[in-house]
Structure formats: C-alpha cells, structure tokens
C-alpha cells in the first residue's frame, strides 16, 4: 500500500466515522424543542465542529478523486500532495483551536506512523508546541483567579505572548520576585468541559472499535483514560507527580526535571523552573553519535522510571522533552502520570523472562492469558501468540547492535490496528487491560520517536540494567556515570536501586 493510498484510507475512514458517530449520537444525547438544543451545548458545538471537518474532508476527498481522473499521470503526484497538504491543515487548524484529548491524537499522528507523507507530519507537528494560543487578557484572567492579582504584579517580568501551547494550557515566560526565570503553564478555560465530551466519544469510539475487535474490553480502557484525563486537568496534582520524579532524579547526569514553585502554582496554574534547550525539530539535525544518546536517556527514563519508581510519564510525544548535546534532556509535563503496584511490575516482568530472558512459548502464553491480554483457549498455536507478539520485544532480544528504524516503528502500528495479516485472530481476541492502556504510549509513542531517531546501540544490555530482575552492570560510558550518581547519593535516597 502506498503512503498516499494509505492517507486517503486514513483520512476517509476517519471522516466517516466522525459524521456517523455524531449523527447517531447527537440526537439522543441533546434532545431538541422549538428552541434547539436544551443543554449540553458546548459539547454539542465541539462534536458539531469534528462532523463538520468530517465534511469537509470528505467532500475535499471527492472532488480531488474526481480531478484526478481527467489529470495526466504527471499531474497526479502533484495534485495528491496538494489535496494531503489542504486535509491535514484542516485537521491541524480544528484539532488545534479544540485542544483537549482530540488534540492529542493530532499530536500523536505527527510522529506516530512512518507511512504517513513527511509535509503531512510537518503540518500535524504544529500541534506538539505550537498550537493556536488563547488571548493575553484570557491568561491573565486565570492567572488573577488562581493566585489573586494580574500576572504583572504576581511576578517581576511577564511575557503575555506563550512560548508553547499544547491540548490543555499554554506556557508563558515569567520571572520571580527573587530572581528567578519560570516557564508558567495556565490552563484553559474550559478545558474540563471539552475533555469530558472527548471522553464521551471515546466511549463511541473504543465501542466501535469492540466492532473490530470483539476481544477489546472497551468500557474498562475508557475508564482508565477518563481518570488518567481527570488527573491530568489538577495542576496540583501535577506538581506533585512533577515533584516526585524530580527528587527521584535530583543531581541526575542525563535526566532533568524542572523545580515546581508551589506559592505561584494552583489547580489551574503551574509555575516551574524555565529550562534551555532545542526541542525535537533540531535534535534530528544532530549527529547520529547525539541522537544515540539522545534516545538512550529517553529509554532510561522511561524504563527507569517505570521499574525503580513504579511510574510511567504516560506523555511521551517530543513537545514534551528539551534536549542538550551529550544525551542530556529535559523532561515536561507530568500531568498524565501512571502509578504501577509490584504485582503489575511483577507481571511485567514475567512477560519479559517468558519472551527475552527464558523464552518458552507455552509459558508467555500462559501468563498473556492471565493478564487478560489475550481471552484463555484462543484457537491459535502457542508459537502463532509467541511470534505475534515478539515483535515488540525485538530490539531487546539479542545482545548485540540493534538500529530502531522507522519500518519498526510502523510495524508496531500495524500489529496493533491492521487486522489484514496473518495475524488477524490473535488482533481481533486481543485485550488492553487497565493496566496496560497508558503503558501503550511506549508503543506508540516513545518507539516512534527512537524510530526518528534512527536509534542504535545494544539495547539488551541497556536493558539488563534497568530489568531488576537482571540488575545487570553498566553497559554505557552514561552508565557508568549514572552509576557514580547513584553512590553519590545520600544514604536516604528513594530507592536502593534508583532508576536510570
């Protein structure tokens, strides 16, 4: 399948369901009198926008199929790149103006799938940082509700102008009364509101999705995520997940999370620490060499986090890092943070002995088939489930150079959503435990970016470090840093074994 052809599928299918879904379920869920819609109406104006882009983009779609057929071959690649280009600025400009969840995957699609046409992607990666901003006076406004005066008089210097904008709030530049240089997330307005009716259609959507794939316990994936949103609309609870992984990585080489101010923080307000760097864009311009490490602090934080702090940073998109030379970043945005028992880690890593470590099909399918990933009894061998799913252990399995291409990338994506291979049964039975909803943006997201990256280097022994089950010794010169950190450590640290 071409890039193209897979594009219009994309988007046509996309389209579609939007205008089914809201045709459905607007009427029944606002119901009309001589007056129009009785309540609800902001979700009904949000879901009245996305079946309108629906529109729009299937009309767009129609009327360039039909051009195509009385152009001359030279004409159509041109013509097929000037219809990717108008769709996916459509998609941009909407999905941007509405922020919320529906911003999110927006953003997702930027870097998610390799089979998408580059100037497509570039048009999406707006919505990493860059999305249409809320007005000066609007900001200044929560800012006045949340911590009491005008943001001119709250801090020393104010910039109205953000230097970031993403799903849920923008990023203003600001400096302390003390002195000190603060990147200020403010939240917008409304924004509660229009996750909830995002959280509504997810309902519609993962339903529809149960169509395809009747193993998929929709309602239970969209209960993780309405709490997982829910969370993530609490700047306080933010600041408190933020704070948690900076005193977890304090004086850490390679990882740096940014100081919360809580006196200038609030539900709806949250004032850091400003970091420098590059963002996404330029780390791809640099050498290979830094993008390796660049990717190895990414897989360290990660990884580390999840199996030394029992938590996942479940964001994982790049307008969310700030990079130096040397594999040293800056992690934002901890808004959307997962909490892991032992028991979870425990089969986590039973996964891990099953298919890397001690590799015996029958017992990763015994432990799959525990977990509810897959329903007990499937009428597929135990080697069709083994290989299945090895994919996404690959680059773990053997010890030795291993290079993450953007085809691995991709495949990862076409193992979980395209049920045409010789996979189908095993697609279409499979489940997404509560457990492992948020967990799948490493799939999604972080696999996609090392795929970028074109990330290489020998990711089994990288592994073994973080693995506490294999708690193997450094196997990088920034392991070996990170080991000497880690002694440096006072004796009360979190953790005896500190992640990354």
Known sequence: MTRTRALRILIASACAGLVVAAARWLPKRFPRDDKGPVRHGARASRNARLALLGLRTGGSYARHRARRVFADAGQRPRLDTEFEMRTAEQIAETLGHMKGAL????????????????????????????APPMSAELAAGVIRDELGDDPNLVFAQWDPVPIASASIGQVHRAMTHDGHAVAVKVQYPGIATAIAADLDNAGLLFAGLGQLFPGLEHRSIVAE?????????????????QDLFRQCYLGHPYIHVPE?????????????????GVDWAEALTWSQEEKNLTAETLYRFAFGSLFGLAAFNGDPHPGNYIFRPGGQITFLDFGLVKRFTPEELEDFGEMIKHIVIDPVPARFRATVERLGLLPVGLDVT???????????????????????????????????????????????????????????????????????????GNWRRLAEEIWPFVAGPPSTPMGLEIERWRRRRPTGARSAKLPG
């Open 103 to 130: 911003m999110k995957v927006g953003q997702m699609a930027s870097y998610l799938d390799q089979g998408l046409p580059d100037h497509v992607r570039t048009v999406l990666a707006q919505l990493q940082q860059n």
């Open 260 to 276: 919360v101010f809580y006196e200038l923080s609030g539900a709806t307000v949250l004032t850091t620490e400003l970091a420098d």
């Open 382 to 456: 135990d080697d069709e489930v083994f290989d299945y799913l090895r994919h996404f252990y690959d680059f773990v399995e053997q010890d030795g150079i291993y290079t993450i291409t953007p085809d691995f990338s991709s495949e990862t994506v076409r193992r979980i959503f395209d049920t045409s291979g010789p996979f189908a049964t095993i697609q279409k039975a499979a489940n997404v435990p509560p457990s492992f909803v948020i967990i799948q943006r490493i799939n999604l997201g972080l696999y996609a970016m090392f795929g970028e990256l074109m990330a290489t």
């Open 225 to 241: 995520l309405r709490e997982r949103l829910i969370e993530e609309l609490d700047y306080e609870q933010e600041a408190r997940n």
